[in-house]
């Protein structure tokens, strides 16, 4: 049963900078993952932020990044503003049976 | 505008089968670059994606579900159907469909969920 690991949380400052990252238990989270990423607030659906690691939507914000950092993917957020406070998701494709497989959350919280 | 909306019912009972349909719009089925999702979230735990299905009919199941569920799709109706067996307490859950696109190795639209409860 493949895993994919996120921080369950983390804590960050308005105005700060913070990494939540995306980690596999079959190794190296490579481009081939395609990682997408999704934010989710209290009773909402999710929406989407970054796909194929590091692209954005046209209407994600640009305070978002995308990337792969030390055998993991990775979402940056710079400049945290209050309503990024969520909970952020990951997916990563893996092909085969097990076509695509979540993380289990960060809950982010802007304090 | 792409939508997707979720139907059915809001209350089945242990061992039941649950169907749910995902009406779409603003695409196509038929679009060999996008294909649709279902994944659920139990009350306050995290996203498991359980299915997905393809323009071409190509489908994948979750491992850990692949024996409870179908997908299916009638391209003409705009709808794609998820069918899971032998509900049980466990599978309580808000169900999302949500539109795969190739062009984007991802998924970037969804509906906006519709809350399953398993209880007799």
């Known amino acids: 049963q493949t895993v994919v690991t996120q921080e369950p949380s983390l804590t960050v400052s308005p105005g700060g900078t913070v990494t939540l990252t995306c980690a596999s238990s079959t190794g190296a989270v490579t481009s081939g993952y395609y990682p997408n990423w999704f934010q989710q607030k209290p009773g909402q659906a999710p929406r989407a932020l970054i796909y194929s690691t590091s692209n954005k939507h046209s209407w994600t914000p640009a305070r978002f990044s995308g990337s792969l950092l030390g055998g993991k993917a990775a979402l940056t957020l710079s400049g945290v503003q209050p309503e990024d406070e969520a909970e952020y998701y990951c997916?990563?494709?893996?092909?085969?049976?097990?076509?695509?497989?979540f993380g289990g959350g960060t809950k982010l919280t802007v304090l | 505008q792409v939508t997707l909306k979720e139907s059915g019912p809001v209350l089945v009972k242990p061992t039941e089968t649950l169907t749910l349909t995902c009406t779409v719009s603003?695409?196509?089925?038929?679009?060999?670059?996008?294909?649709v999702s279902w994944i659920r979230q139990p009350p306050g735990k995290a996203l498991e994606w359980l299915a997905h299905i393809f323009s071409n009919d190509e489908k994948s199941y979750s491992t850990s579900l692949k024996s409870r569920l179908t997908i299916s799709k009638d391209t003409s109706k705009s709808q794609v159907v998820l069918t899971m067996t032998n509900m049980d307490p466990v599978d309580t859950a808000t169900y999302y469909c949500?539109?795969?696109?190739?062009?984007?190795?991802?998924?970037?639209?969804w509906g906006q969920g519709t809350l399953v409860t398993v209880s007799s």
């Open positions: 997916l990563l494709y893996y092909g085969g049976a097990q076509w695509g497989v």
């Open positions: 603003g695409f196509s089925l038929s679009n060999a670059r996008m294909g």
């Open positions: 949500a539109r795969i696109s190739v062009a984007v190795a991802g998924i970037d639209y």
